[in-house]
């Protein structure tokens, strides 16, 4: 079965400074993977997938992440971080192929702070 | 669009007590999905619906059971509810392009 580990369940930075919020995952075959982020009372929204070759991932709100198969990392980043971005974010994966149906399997969550 | 739309948003209930969670989706998407949201854990998979008619176990689909009979509507029913049921409630759609659209949840308290 798939899991998800994300490491840090609670990250604070200053406006300004780098976030890094970890994400590994355990499987034999490389999957699917997202990061979700959820501001306080709402669903989720994704922020970016990786479904392909390109290892480096773009996404939303200046958030990218990197696939490294041979760490089974995906951590996210952001060069600088905003007041705005203080939310929950959410690691996830899916098996490939049509009878994963989309399925999807998180992390446990890191709440990002964001300090003055 | 509205997207994924949740109904109730809020809902307290005795331990004991029956309700139905509905959600519905306006995209025309196959996949539904109920999810579960507690602290420390993530979300985690109750049931889910491939198509109208058809539902499957996910994670944790004890004490639930959930119809699919119109595809857009995907309904989440707990027949006697259990504090253990407290959580938050998310249901999602997927486009087939490795993208689940969420709702806003159902937060339901069982005392």
């Known amino acids: 079965a798939q899991s998800v580990t994300q490491l840090g369940s609670h990250v604070s930075v200053s406006e300004g400074a780098l976030v890094l919020l970890r994400c590994n995952y355990s499987?034999?075959?490389?999957?699917?993977l997202f990061w979700y982020v959820q501001y306080p009372n709402q669903g989720l929204q994704l922020l970016l997938k990786y479904t392909s070759a390109a290892t480096l991932v773009k996404g939303i709100n200046g958030f990218e992440a990197e696939f490294k198969k041979s760490e089974t990392s995906f951590h996210l980043t952001k060069p600088s971080a905003h007041m705005s971005d203080a939310a929950e974010y959410f690691c996830?994966?899916?098996?490939?192929?049509?009878?994963?149906?989309?399925?999807?399997?998180f992390g446990q969550g890191t709440i990002l702070t964001v300090h003055p | 669009n509205a997207g994924v739309t949740q109904t109730p948003k809020f809902r307290v209930l005795k331990t004991g007590q029956s309700m139905t969670l509905l959600c519905a989706q306006d995209?025309?998407?196959?996949?539904m999905y109920w999810y579960r949201q507690d602290p420390g854990m993530g979300l985690r998979l109750i049931h889910y619906s491939v198509g109208e008619g058809t539902t499957a176990k996910g994670e944790v689909p004890d004490g639930y059971n959930v119809s699919r009979l119109k595809k857009q509507n995907f309904l989440l029913g707990l027949e006697s509810a259990a504090p253990s049921q407290t959580s938050v409630y998310f249901c999602a759609s997927y486009n087939r392009r490795e993208e689940q659209y969420f709702g806003p949840g159902t937060r339901l308290t069982v005392t």
């Open positions: 995209m025309n998407h196959e996949y």
């Open positions: 499987s034999s075959v490389p999957p699917y």
């Open positions: 996830a994966v899916s098996d490939r192929g049509g009878t994963s149906y989309g399925k999807l399997t």
